[in-house]
């Protein structure tokens, strides 16, 4: 891991993956700033559960490679506003197609693509990257040069092992909650089954499943909710409406 080249570059796989994980850290920490600024209230930003945001990690690194040899502040901005609104779109678009699940939305700001890129967000891109390559980068550089040889491997095995297990809890969380409201969504139609085969009359079997539908929203996940806060904009391409009263009771509940 120390020694052996990354793809063929100048860093080793060691260096990038410190890279990795700061920067990952540090998209996590802006986030939770910007939302907790937004909203007044904390909130652990991010899929994973543990303060780490993987798509600025990876969109970092990226940066890394590509804009090194680059000098001009001019050239560097635009050609990392263009990298990192590729890449955001691309996790979007992997991450809707891959859960069923739209994670993000810029519908609301001007210049949007489908909710998943908008320029507003494409130029803070530009910015960011700037003023971590031009300025930030270079000290960090610097740090990790400075960690003990073995330290820095134990260290890096130690988290790339927890991101490893924190990305397995989080995948069956959202497992979980896909398989959740599916089933919310079948006892749904088997109310609307029973009400019209009864004609409205409140029959024993429409009490039940309504009493199982109420227990299956109100069963607590503390993963599932935890995702629920972090992406408050989480919209369900086969099941919003069903999605859209879950988020709502855990804001009640949380009230």
């Known amino acids: 891991m120390a020694d052996l080249s990354f793809f063929g570059t100048q860093w080793t796989v060691y260096e990038m993956f410190y890279y990795f994980l700061l920067y990952s850290t540090i998209g996590w920490f802006v986030e939770v700033v910007y939302m907790t600024l937004e909203t007044g209230e904390f909130q652990n930003r991010g899929f994973l559960n543990g303060?780490?945001?993987?798509i600025y990690g990876f969109g970092m690194v990226m940066i890394i490679i590509v804009l090194t040899p680059i000098q001009s502040p001019v050239l560097l901005y635009f050609v990392s506003a263009v990298i990192c609104t590729t890449w955001e779109?691309?996790?979007g678009i992997f991450?809707?197609?891959?859960?069923?699940?739209?994670?993000?939305?810029?519908?609301?700001?001007?210049?949007?693509?489908?909710g998943y890129i908008c320029l507003k967000v494409s130029l803070l891109?530009?910015?960011?990257?700037l003023i971590v390559m031009k300025i930030f980068h270079p000290m960090m550089e610097k740090v990790i040069?400075?960690?003990?040889?073995?330290?820095?491997?134990?260290?890096?095995?130690?988290f790339f092992i927890y991101i490893i297990f924190d990305s397995v809890i989080s995948l069956c969380a959202v497992i979980r909650l896909n398989e959740k409201l599916r089933q919310l969504d079948s006892i749904q139609r088997k109310l609307r089954a029973a009400s019209e085969t009864i004609g409205g009359t409140v029959s024993g079997e429409v009490i039940e499943l309504k009493a199982k539908y109420d227990r299956l929203v109100e069963k607590k996940d503390v993963w599932q909710e935890r995702l629920l806060t972090a992406?408050?904009?989480?919209?369900?391409?086969?099941?919003?409406d069903i999605l859209s009263e879950m988020k709502n009771k855990l804001k009640k509940i949380k009230k």
Do not use: A, Q
């Open 51 to 54: 303060p780490i945001c993987p």
């Open 145 to 158: 040069s400075y960690i003990p040889h073995d330290v820095g491997l134990i260290v890096g095995w130690t």
């Open 89 to 91: 779109l691309i996790v």
């Open 125 to 129: 891109w530009g910015l960011g990257c």
């Open 95 to 114: 991450m809707e197609k891959v859960f069923n699940n739209t994670w993000w939305d810029y519908s609301h700001e001007r210049f949007n693509f489908k």
């Open 231 to 240: 992406f408050p904009e989480l919209h369900s391409n086969k099941y919003n």
